[in-house]
């Protein structure tokens, strides 16, 4: 049985991938016809990869799930080790809040500092946030698609996906040419927790798909964490009833860190701002959580100009980031 | 019988020469114009016909043929009334023949005989003054209009004063001191409370004539400080004010009293205004918004309301500082060098950016206003601003500063930015780092560096250093427009 071919057959006529399809006389009647060097042959020229099960590089954690995929089409630059690298899905609302970006963003930073893979779905908010943070600290992320290896979705986040396509991998079970379309967002979550030794929820309404891709993670036995959020949120409901349910809390990247049994690294590459220095103000003035730079450049006794200049230093150290004018640290 | 006056025919913002030749002959009694005349024009058979009688001269009872040379060109509006029925009156010898060397007339008569200025008044008497014209005929009105243009104007209210002047029976009026500068009342930005970044953002944008756009929840001061961007740019130096007030004469919106206009004119299409209006055109090519705005300030308050095409049309302009209107048997061009300012909502709803609010847009809803906006002309902007609501308290506090002591930073920060600073290397290296980590684009390290500049320019700096590009950067398209 070609790997190959089961995913292009699948692709083609909407079912799922999964062995049984491969009992039918149309499958034989495609198998028989289809030509596999050809096909990987027009893959490469494209820009793309086919990583099959059978390949002893493929994932071990994914193949390990009870309904893997035939193999994945692979498009980055990076090597197919990193999908076997230690990984965490940091996954969430669409419409997440400034402070599930926020959070997912600096999660994911401080993960990817410490050399882990983010694994996420390329969705807008969190999951965007999540591919960005690990961007930050210049590490490794992979972004699941669901749909065509050769699709940009959300076209939104076409240039991120470049982005993340030239640190990392972006990966589909989907040959070029699949259009997006509901029914594969949980096939992707699927593979997004499957890829993952733990999912981190940051934010999710109830019954979202974040919630499913943390049930599929439950259900391969995989760590499932969470971040606290405001109780009278929608976006907290789905996951302040993750940690009802027992899913360990988060409340920074050592708690992730920490679940994967790998230590933090002890010195971050930026030491912080020089005692004394207006960013040293700045930063401080954040102490108390979230302000606008009004407010820093009061707090901080700098003027706009400086206080301008010092979040910008504080931002491009990743220990700051900024959000519609609001700094958080 | 024959006579011949002159005026100048308006062509976009410029003048051509015409002449206004009054035939009459035997037979039966007719009034033709000729000569490509269009409606407005055509219709000045009545208004003359009318003006004459009423300024109790006589209509001549002859075949009448007025010819307007060149053929070529086309005749549009009303300020060719004045010149007709002084050549029809020189050639019924109403008015003495020999009296009309030296004038040129420009003006709309009244069917009363009062007459009415037009615009382009100041257009039309600097082509007189080319012409080798020493006195133009003109309403009462215009005459401050034609004193800039450096012609002598013999200022008349109704036809009767124009024929007594010519028959010599009336002094010409004496000559006005040159007007006095128009004064236009600026808002000031020590209304502003808070919004200290706004207000340095606004401060650098005019120093370095760059375009700003200020983005935030509603009510939080946005078209405010817009509106008080053209009181700290420099004041208009005399060829730039020309050419201001040349524009606004032609579009007829020079106020009464004339003068130059000195402050840097300020514009505010509403969204709902049609592409026409925004860019100039029509029939009778006017200068648009973007024209007159030429010089100063143009806000496009509630940017993402403005449908695609005025935006794209904006285009050509902030490209080349130009419009150019096709009009039949040609094309005019518009000077359109504007400062461009943009407000909008960081999201549809508007909540984004305010602590007290929870934003209710839909993904879709997001991504469509981002898409949006990424089409509006959102390149083009090298300053971006987010402004969030300031907490409670804040809009109480104390009056900001001044707009006369921020211009006065404004002007000596632009006499410095002919020195061209260059980046230092750590500036350079700071800038190359940013290009890196944050979201910018090619453009975005273009921008960056033209606003650092600025900022050197304005801290009187001998070098763009790192603490300019470092805030420079601060003004960046908010990061949340480019992902998530
Ligand atoms: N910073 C401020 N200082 C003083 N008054 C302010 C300030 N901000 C807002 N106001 C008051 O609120 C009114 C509304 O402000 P403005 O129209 O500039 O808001 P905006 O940000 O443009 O809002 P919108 O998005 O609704 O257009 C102003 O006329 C002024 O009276
Ligand atoms: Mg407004
Ligand atoms: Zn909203």
Redesign the pocket.
Known sequence: MSELALAVFAAARDVHAAPRETRSRQYEQFAASFDDRAYVDELSQRGFRWLARSDPAFPPLLGAIHDPPPGLFLRGAADTRVLAAPSVAVVGARSCADYGAHVARGLARGLAAAGVVVVSGLARGVDGWAHRGALDAGGTTVAVLGCGIDRDYPRAHARLAAEVAAAGLVVSEYPPGVAPAPWRFPARNRIVAGLARATVVVEARERSGALITADLALEEGRDVLAVPGEITSALSRGTNALLRLGATVVTGPEDVLEVLGIAPRPNEDNGGPAPGSPAAAALAALADGAATADEIARNARLDPAATAAALVELELAGVVTSQGGVYRR | MLARTFTHALVGLESRRVEVEAHLQNGLPAFAIVGLADRACQEAKERVRSGIASAELQWPGHRITVNLAPADLRKEGSGFDLPIALAVLAASRQVPLGALAGHAAVGELALDGRLRPVPGTLVAAEGARRGGARRLVCAAESGPEVLLAGVEPVPVRHLAEAVAYFRGERDPPPVEAPPGDVAVAVPDLA?????ER?RRALEIAAAGAHNLL?A????????????RLPGILPRLDDEEALEVTRIHSVAGLLPQGGGLLRTPPFRAPHHTASTAAVIGGGPHPRPGEASLAHRGVLLL??LPEFPRPVLEALRQPLEDGTVAVARVGGRVVFPARFQLVG???MCPC?ARGDPAAQCTCSPQRLDRYRERLSRALLDRFDLVVA?PR?RAG??GGAA?EASAAVRERVVAARARAGDDLARTTDADALLTRAVERLPLSGRGHARVARVARTIAALAAAPHVAPEHVAEALAYRSPTELAVA
């Open positions: 209304d502003v409370r808070g919004q706004a200020l935030g929840p509603p009510g939080i001061g946005k078209t405010m400080l817009a509106r308050d509630e407000t909008m909502n508007g402004l300031p804040e809009l900001g």
